[in-house]
């Protein structure tokens, strides 16, 4: 899995890429990667068109376990994912039903539906001025 993002600061909020296949490792090393770069409160989108899940339903309970951890610290921001097929749409439902409250969570086919949902509709979804980190994860 490989993830890049771009963080806008000003605004709180981060555009996230994910490429190949999404493994629990890789999600749990971004929100690691998050948490240490002090943006896990931003709202996000995760552009995860060009990947595909392959952590199981066990798993996926794991991700959100390590999400709740962290909002015991602080509030976390809201993640709007932007998929591509049926598969990965039911499993990030099922990430964010067993986030629970904890966590905030919607996916999408499409982008447009993403940024509404989001609140960033009414701009181009680019983001200032921002930093863009490139990762490779397990």
Same mark, same amino acid.
């Given at each position: 899995?490989?993830?890049?993002?771009?963080?806008?600061?000003?605004? $709180?909020? $981060?555009?996230?890429?994910?490429?190949?296949?999404?493994?629990?490792?890789?999600? $749990?090393?971004?929100?690691?990667?998050?948490?240490?770069?002090?943006?896990?409160?931003?709202?996000?989108?995760?552009?995860?068109?060009?990947?595909?899940?392959?952590?199981?339903?066990?798993?996926?309970?794991?991700?959100?376990?390590?999400?709740?951890?962290? @909002?015991?610290?602080?509030?976390?921001?809201?993640?709007?994912?932007?998929?591509?097929?049926?598969?990965?749409?039911?499993?990030?439902?099922?990430?964010?039903?067993?986030?629970?409250?904890?966590?905030?969570?919607?996916?999408?086919?499409?982008?447009?539906?993403?940024?509404?949902?989001?609140?960033?509709? @009414?701009?181009?979804?680019?983001?200032?001025?921002?930093?863009?980190?490139?990762?490779?994860?397990?």
């Amino acid at each position: 899995m490989m993830f890049s993002y771009e963080v806008d600061r000003e605004r $709180l909020r $981060l555009v996230t890429v994910w490429t190949g296949d999404v493994t629990m490792q890789g999600a $749990l090393e971004h929100i690691e990667n998050r948490a240490a770069q002090d943006t896990i409160g931003y709202a996000q989108l995760i552009d995860a068109t060009g990947a595909r899940v392959v952590f199981s339903s066990a798993e996926a309970g794991r991700i959100a376990q390590a999400m709740k951890l962290h @909002a015991g610290d602080r509030p976390l921001g809201p993640t709007a994912f932007l998929v591509s097929n049926d598969c990965d749409f039911g499993m990030y439902r099922l990430f964010g039903t067993l986030a629970d409250d904890a966590y905030v969570v919607n996916v999408f086919r499409s982008r447009h539906e993403a940024l509404r949902w989001l609140g960033w509709e @009414a701009e181009s979804g680019e983001l200032k001025a921002g930093d863009r980190i490139n990762l490779d994860a397990a």
